[in-house]
């Protein structure tokens, strides 16, 4: 099985619509840097309702060694930087980013990228969950926008459409 590093939105929006459990199901080992821990326990003071990393023993707190400067310069949150410094320091593992200037950053960087959507749309074709739509809905409902048009896209590939 593949490895992973997540940024927050991944892990908010399957903590969300109940499906943040998969992860350690198709994934061997889950990384995050600590900025998202620090993303999702400053949501949580604040009320949100939003995973508490101690919650997910399978959900490790690595930390990057250095980070890029020239990412520091783009309009990216601190755990978006911080995922994807550790996930160029470990290249063999997937990143998990929703925020489209990240994903196109990691993937310039030559990094593999998956998306939220992408997570469920494996856990359909390895068989954790029986059909896709009504976690995309679910994601709507959450606050994730996806387009008609992606909406769409992601039904044919599930063969729901």
């Known amino acids: 099985m593949p490895k992973a590093i997540s ?3 991944p892990l908010l929006y399957l903590y969300k619509i109940g499906a943040i459990n998969l992860l350690p199901k198709m994934f061997d ?3 995050t840097a600590e900025s998202v ?3 999702l326990l400053a949501g949580r003071s604040k009320g949100y309702d939003v995973p ?3 919650d997910y023993p399978w959900l490790n707190i690595i930390n990057p060694k250095s980070m890029p400067s020239e990412w520091l310069a783009l309009d990216l949150g601190a755990g978006e930087l911080g995922a994807m410094a550790l996930a160029l320091e470990n ?3 997937i990143v998990l980013l929703d925020d489209m200037l990240a994903r196109r950053t990691a993937q310039v960087a030559g990094l593999q990228v998956w998306g939220t959507l992408k997570v469920l749309l494996e856990a359909k074709s390895q068989g954790l969950i029986e059909k896709i739509e009504p976690y995309i809905k679910n994601l709507s409902e959450a606050g994730m926008w996806v387009s008609a048009e992606v ?3 992601i039904l044919i590939l599930a063969g729901e459409s």
């Open 29 to 31: 080992e889950v990384w």
């Open 91 to 93: 290249p063999e593992r």
């Open 151 to 153: 909406k769409q896209r």
């Open 37 to 39: 821990k620090n993303e």
């Open 52 to 54: 508490d990393p101690a």
């Open 7 to 9: 940024n927050t939105s």
